[in-house]
């Protein structure tokens, strides 16, 4: 199972809000970029880049960033999400090297745009459900729409869609332990391998998923326990190597 870390870009910043607040925002580092190093040197196998201005504006706003990171780590894996709503700037960030793209909101708002873009860019599309009490989450969670996370999970899964990322906006940036159950339940109820996200805070927590890494979940993002320290990157990738590598 894969370890993924965040970053999470506000205003050119590497920064993480609590529960997808862009008031309550903590800014980890000024430099990106140099955070993206820092994970390749831990070991990385994959990164996670959200531009929230993107999110809540609705269009890329942190783009050059992402494409200074993805330019420095070729052959690294990157999906990136945040305000990604249209094929032309699927485009542009596969053209700059990311490998994929996660669709949110537009994919709540419009289903029919997932199909389209699956067959346009196979294998390259993510779609992010991010829920709060089994309801999807829209325009940077902002907003809680009527739709049933697994509903909508089932609805995706004849798309050919790469991945799941399905974070419960309760509990991420919180630090208080991933909702194992929902996880499972949305993982179990489709044959769309799931990448977890929200609340991972240390190596119980990575032990956790892992138990149940076999119901169809194949990664974890974790952003604020390793910028804080409750989790050793290094050392919870090295865990989840030895636990589901057996």
């Avoid at 196998?45 to 960033?65: I, Q, S, T, Y």
């Avoid at 499972?184 to 769309?192: E, P, R, Y």
Wanted: glycine share 10%; hydrophobic share 45%.
């Amino acid at each position: 199972m894969l370890l993924i870390p965040a970053i999470d870009l506000k205003d050119g910043k590497c920064v993480r809000l609590k529960q997808g607040r862009m008031e309550d925002t903590t800014v980890f580092s000024d430099d990106p970029v140099a955070v993206a190093d820092r994970w390749v040197e831990a070991g990385a196998r994959r990164l996670h880049l959200v531009d929230l201005n993107g999110a809540f504006e609705g269009k890329p706003m942190n783009a050059g960033v992402i494409k200074a990171i993805a330019e420095k780590h070729p052959d690294l894996p990157i999906q990136v999400g945040g305000g990604i709503r249209d094929e032309e700037t699927i485009q542009t960030y596969l053209d700059a090297g990311v490998q994929y793209v996660i669709i949110g909101t537009k994919a709540v708002n419009a289903p029919h745009f997932v199909n389209d873009i699956c067959l346009e860019f196979p294998g390259h599309i993510i779609i992010g459900l991010d829920a709060k009490d089994g309801k999807v989450a829209i325009d940077g969670w902002s907003k809680l729409s009527k739709h049933d996370v697994i509903d909508m999970a089932q609805h995706f899964e004849q798309d050919g869609v790469a991945a799941i990322v399905y974070t419960d906006i309760s509990r991420d940036g919180m630090m208080n332990g991933v909702n194992i159950e929902a996880t499972v339940k949305l993982a179990q109820a489709s044959t769309i391998p799931v990448i977890a996200s929200g609340g991972i805070t240390n190596l119980d927590d990575v032990r956790a998923l892992c138990d149940v890494a076999e119901e169809g979940i194949m990664g974890a993002i974790t952003g604020r326990a390793i910028y804080e320290g409750s989790l050793d990157f290094v050392e919870g990738q090295k865990l989840a190597d030895k636990l589901t590598n057996n």
